[in-house]
């Protein structure tokens, strides 16, 4: 699937965007989808297993800004998981043994789509080593304007930076300190059914969606069979090893030498990372008017 170029991009920036791996008709039952449970969404009233609202979310204008672990709920979004094109990216990057983790879709509504702050994936779920990814599936085009992914590129080989705030996790790195240089950062753009894939190690966040045009993320969670979350897996090894994609299993779990902070104390609001980074006292993307 991946280009030698595509390949040393990701080694080099920690990010690709990978054009054309869905087909149009895919995408089309994956946008009638979730309009079904933007629709059904007018029944609830606050967070639940299925939703995480945006704040001005109201039974007449509901606002969704995720639907939590997308896979569990519909057939569309579970197909994903083991979609052939997807699974060929991460052994071009990996090999032959992937694991899944898990998904949500992000969903930045025309002209109110909240932002997420700069952050590392590896601060939240370090493993035994960083053969880990989030893979994006666009929805909808992404357009600078609409709050696309932006990747600091490089930010990937540096440090694991602070995310904690007054001595909790917060899900986000202080932009005050600046650790990194923000205004590098390069935005993942692209046509619906491209996909993105950034290394769980690289810097990224996305401003608010401030243009008139939807932005859907799905964000799939995936990792070499042989690195192993250091929270541990509470489940169980058969549960694990049931999150196969491809490949084989092991009991080995490769250990490297990269940078480690643990996600302890946790955050004081739990559910999304739109919960955790709420109230933070220094942010760096301004709300949607």
């Not at 939240?124 to 960083?130: A, G, I, L, V």
């Not at 993320?217 to 070499?224: E, W």
């Not at 491809?246 to 739109?274: F, N």
């Amino acid at each position: 699937m991946l280009t030698q170029a595509q390949r040393e991009e990701y080694d080099r920036v920690g990010a690709i965007v990978v054009p054309d791996v869905l087909s149009p008709q895919e995408v089309a039952e994956l946008r009638r989808v979730t309009d079904g449970f933007v629709a059904r969404a007018r029944s609830v009233t606050t967070h639940d297993a299925i939703y995480d609202l945006e704040d001005s979310h109201t039974p007449a204008m509901p606002r969704v800004r995720r639907i939590k672990a997308p896979h569990l709920h519909d057939p569309a979004y579970a197909a994903l998981v083991r979609h052939p094109k997807i699974v060929a990216v991460l052994q071009d990057l990996w090999g032959p043994n992937i694991r899944f983790d898990t998904a949500k879709l992000n969903m930045k509504s025309a002209g109110f789509g909240a932002a997420v702050e700069w952050h590392q994936d590896w601060a939240f779920y370090p493993h035994t080593n960083d053969d880990l990814a989030a893979v994006g599936v666009m929805m909808d085009d992404m357009e600078l304007a609409n709050g696309p992914l932006l990747i600091v590129p490089g930010s990937h080989k540096g440090p694991v930076y602070d995310h904690h705030a007054e001595g909790r996790f917060c899900g986000a790195m202080d932009p005050t300190k600046r650790e990194v240089d923000y205004a590098a950062a390069v935005p993942l753009t692209g046509k619906a059914g491209s996909i993105t894939v950034h290394h769980v190690r690289a810097v990224h966040g996305s401003a608010p969606n401030t243009s008139n045009k939807e932005r859907r993320l799905m964000l799939f969670q995936f990792r070499a069979a042989d690195a192993w979350p250091l929270l541990g897996f509470p489940q169980g090894i058969e549960a694990y090893d049931a999150l196969m994609v491809a490949g084989t299993p092991s009991l080995s779990p490769r250990l490297a030498d990269v940078p480690v902070r643990l996600p302890l104390p946790p955050a004081d609001l739990q559910g999304s990372i739109y919960e955790n980074q709420k109230g933070l006292k220094n942010k760096f993307f301004a709300a949607a008017e």
